[in-house]
């Protein structure tokens, strides 16, 4: 056992030490507040046809949920997240919590879809506490055991992220559309109770003004080759990975499967598998692999959308390439962040916050070409459109990997 993980976690009237590593307690205290930070961007997901009747609105609108949370989850990412570099990191991740449970609630009540769409985007803006954490378990870890850290930190975001929709379909089948709101709101005000008081202080990283910082993403963005390439992987990673969930729960509610919205919500487990590549691809990373883990992942993403069309008609099938999917999409995205926190210790927050940027924006796109062709083309276009996606992420790590390396070599 290590010697962190005998420590006993500094409490909140402690500041932490950046890089003098961190215990495992404080680890799973950390992966468990940001899968239920990320956890709130899904709940909607599996009761999207749902919400079309409750709201009298098309299921074209009603997918729209899924863009909206993404766009204010890059609007916090572009302009609260760089404030995790400025700011004591304790105190900004409770007020997120709380603005989040806030939100969730009014969704819970909500009587029409322009409020619920308002909400979700308030949701998407406070979600952002997920990727405080993740850059500050980062900086917290000793430089031997970062890629461990936040892969395991990232194991629980993306068990968050796929078990949302498992506990949201549950609870909407046995309880009502509303319950899974008003429960994750609850969640989030009895989590930033526990890591205001957990958590140790961990200070500002950078001595900049608001608009310093925005311009020094912009910077970041300009002079690192290695942030760029990574931006443009996640985005396409990301995208294929809403092209499949946001048209998910209109296959499954039609024929021949005619799910219900437990069962739909059940299918979020088949990416539970997905979740174990992070602590992989995190040790792989760790010893110098992280490339060929690039290499791996970007190639399934592809694949998998022909055994989602193949499978169409199968429910077994359909849960096998939902799980290679999966891993593949969270393994691109490990290798990406652990790329990306080496560039500059001091700006880990202003690196995420232009790496995430691309991702939900790649995300939010895809969602929302997807909610149109869905109507227009079917699962075979959609289907289409992701593995044109994945295919076209694989080139864009092919044509880049060896010129990015030599630059960032100089």
Not at 120 to 148: D, F, H, K, W
Not at 175 to 203: D, K, Q
Not at 241 to 264: E, G, Q, R, Y
Not at 305 to 313: E, I, K, Q
């Amino acid at each position: 056992m290590s010697a962190s993980a005998t420590q006993k976690p500094p409490g909140a009237g402690r500041e932490a030490e950046l890089g003098a590593g961190i215990s495992n307690r404080l680890v799973l205290l950390l992966a468990l507040g940001t899968g239920a930070a990320a956890a709130n961007l899904y709940y909607a997901q599996p009761l999207l046809h749902t919400l079309s009747r409750a709201f009298s609105v098309s299921t074209g609108t009603s997918g729209l949920i899924v863009t909206i949370s993404q766009i204010g989850y890059v609007l916090g990412l572009a302009f609260v997240l760089p404030l995790g570099d400025l700011l004591e990191r304790r105190r900004m991740i409770t007020a997120t919590m709380v603005l989040t449970a806030a939100a969730m609630v009014v969704c819970g009540l909500s009587s029409s879809f322009p409020v619920f769409g308002i909400a979700t985007l308030v949701v998407g803006t406070s979600a952002v506490t997920a990727q405080v954490i993740v850059p500050m378990s980062s900086s917290m870890a000793r430089p031997e055991e970062r890629g461990r850290v936040v892969g395991q930190v990232m194991s629980g975001l993306l068990l968050g992220i796929l078990l949302a929709r498992t506990f949201s379909g549950i609870l909407a089948g046995a309880l009502g559309w509303r319950v899974p709101f008003l429960a994750a709101a609850g969640l989030m005000l009895v989590l930033a109770a526990v890591l205001n008081r957990a958590l140790p202080r961990v200070p500002a990283t950078a001595a900049l003004r608001y608009s310093e910082v925005l311009r020094s993403v912009l910077r970041l963005v300009a002079t690192e080759p290695v942030l760029r390439q990574r931006m443009a992987l996640g985005a396409l990673a990301f995208g294929c990975f809403s092209v499949l969930w946001t048209s998910l729960s209109f296959l499954l509610s039609a024929a021949p499967f005619h799910d219900s919205n437990t069962v739909i919500g059940l299918f979020g487990l088949a990416g539970v598998a997905g979740a174990g590549a992070a602590t992989v691809v995190g040790r792989l990373a760790d010893q110098g692999h992280g490339a060929l883990a690039t290499t791996l992942t970007t190639l399934l993403i592809s694949l998998s959308f022909g055994l989602l069309y193949l499978f169409r008609h199968s429910t077994i099938g359909l849960i096998a390439a939902i799980i290679v999917l999966d891993l593949a999409v969270q393994g691109v995205h490990i290798s990406n962040q652990h790329a990306i926190y080496e560039l500059s210790p001091d700006a880990r927050s202003r690196l995420t916050t232009a790496y995430m940027v691309a991702y939900f924006a790649g995300g939010a796109t895809l969602s929302a070409i997807t909610s149109a062709l869905y109507s227009l083309a079917g699962w075979g276009g959609v289907c289409a459109i992701g593995g044109a996606t994945g295919l076209a992420a694989l080139v864009v790590w092919v044509a880049t990997r060896g010129r990015v390396g030599a630059a960032s070599a100089h």
